[in-house]
């Protein structure tokens, strides 16, 4: 039992993980899904977490016996300069970039929490200070290049939300005959032709690539440098099924949410920040303020971890130190938070160009990104004897035809936003 509490304490970049996708976009599919379908499509999130686990843990195991990022790694197995090219374009161009579009989502999704928890808060100018309060938290914690401190403050942010959410979506009293049916149904309603499309959007919220650039990055720093590397990847894997399966568990605490009262009442939510105003008329005061507590905490933990994995991401592709405190390394994140500042500042509540973009450059890069680290996992002048086994590869490959199911769909609302936004 010493052991296993000694490993809890070691419970971080898989934390890290939690905070990055549980951000408003889950949010508001999971509020979504919940007041659309019921609990019907549980079973989605429940394949993604599985999908998660299997692919982080992959992603972990990479950054502690090659102490390298995936970036990195990819350098070292490809050395010709037109490969290394090829790779630092794609990288840089979907994770960097695409991380710019998320941030001004995850910045202004705070924002609805603050403004739905506390109601005094809801003008145009008290919404400016508060985007500009919330990029300055984000700024000075990323500035201290301190990989400790923004490891806790974001495990610390994950029990949060895993409160919140967990106490609200007991208050609402669910059925949980239908809850647990609804987990392992596996149907898909068909009622309005788009359950498959939030089935989707539940799935491309969970499985982010660039949290796979993270997650390799942030365990090398963690337990890179240990000696026994056994006993760092026994650590990994319990802080992967923890932190990720409790980010698995507030996901599926907000469908739980949405479906016990949204769903019952036919009240349709199009955001996070609806669903916890909507939640007052049923649930009291206090839901509503509780519910933006948590939405606030899912953009803030967002809103760190997007520029942090977009830093690592681009030093490590492009052969640079990915060292917190190096000036390069910050100028990628100091970027990536100066674009969201400005766009939430100016481009309105819902930038729907910027999100647009974000989508599409999820839906390509996630299958490439599983593929790619699938090809290093298997290198073992990388890898040694910590390589792929069979059955794990095996495991992979189905997770990756879910990826590329995940573009397909993803693509299909982007083609479909597009020709409805140039339509205008």
């Not at 905070?19 to 609990?39: E, Q, R």
């Not at 498959?196 to 491309?204: I, N, S």
């Not at 905490?297 to 971890?305: D, F, R």
């Not at 095996?394 to 936004?421: E, P």
């Amino acid at each position: 039992m010493g052991k296993f509490s000694e490993r809890l304490k070691n419970i971080g970049p898989g934390a890290l993980v939690a905070a990055a996708f549980i951000g408003p976009g889950t949010v508001t599919s999971c509020s979504t899904s919940g007041a659309s379908y019921g609990y019907t499509l549980l079973w989605a999130m429940l394949l993604s977490v599985i999908s998660v686990i299997i692919m982080q843990s992959m992603a972990a195991r990479l950054g502690i016996v090659s102490k390298m990022g995936l970036g990195q790694a990819l350098r070292t197995k490809y050395t010709n300069p037109v490969a290394r090219i090829f790779l630092a374009v794609l990288v840089i161009a979907a994770v960097f970039v695409g991380n710019i579009a998320y941030e001004t989502g995850n910045i202004t999704g705070s924002v609805l929490g603050v403004q739905s928890a506390f109601s005094s808060l809801s003008g145009d100018g008290a919404k400016k200070v508060i985007i500009i309060v919330i990029a300055i938290v984000a700024a000075v914690l990323l500035w201290s290049g301190s990989y400790v401190y923004i490891e806790k403050f974001l495990t610390a942010l994950v029990v949060i939300m895993g409160v919140v959410f967990f106490v609200t979506a007991f208050a609402a009293k669910p059925d949980w005959a239908a809850v647990f049916k609804g987990m392992f149904g596996f149907q898909v309603p068909d009622t309005d032709g788009k359950a498959w499309m939030t089935v989707a959007a539940l799935m491309g919220t969970t499985v982010v690539p660039y949290n796979i650039y993270l997650h390799a990055s942030s365990a090398s720093k963690k337990w890179g440098d240990d000696s026994d590397v056994s006993e760092g990847l026994a650590n990994s894997r319990l802080d992967s099924i923890i932190s990720i399966g409790l980010g698995g568990l507030i996901s599926m605490a907000i469908i739980i949410c949405a479906g016990a009262t949204m769903n019952v009442t036919g009240t349709t939510i199009t955001s996070g920040g609806e669903m916890a105003q909507s939640l007052e008329p049923l649930l009291g005061s206090w839901a509503t303020v509780f519910f933006g507590i948590g939405l606030f905490a899912a953009g803030i933990s967002s809103t760190i971890t997007a520029p942090l994995a977009a830093a690592f991401a681009s030093t490590g592709i492009l052969g640079w130190d990915e060292d917190l405190k190096s000036t390069r390394f910050k100028v990628f994140w100091i970027i990536v938070v100066a674009f969201g500042l400005i766009a939430s500042l100016f481009l309105g509540k819902s930038p729907q160009e910027i999100i647009l973009f974000a989508q599409a450059a999820n839906a390509f890069l996630l299958p490439i990104t599983g593929i790619l680290l699938l090809i290093v996992a298997n290198d073992r002048k990388i890898m040694k004897e910590y390589a792929n086994k069979l059955w794990f590869n095996v495991l992979v490959v189905m997770v990756i035809g879910v990826f590329i199911f995940i573009a397909a769909r993803n693509m299909n609302a982007f083609i479909d936003g597009f020709n409805a936004l140039i339509s205008k």
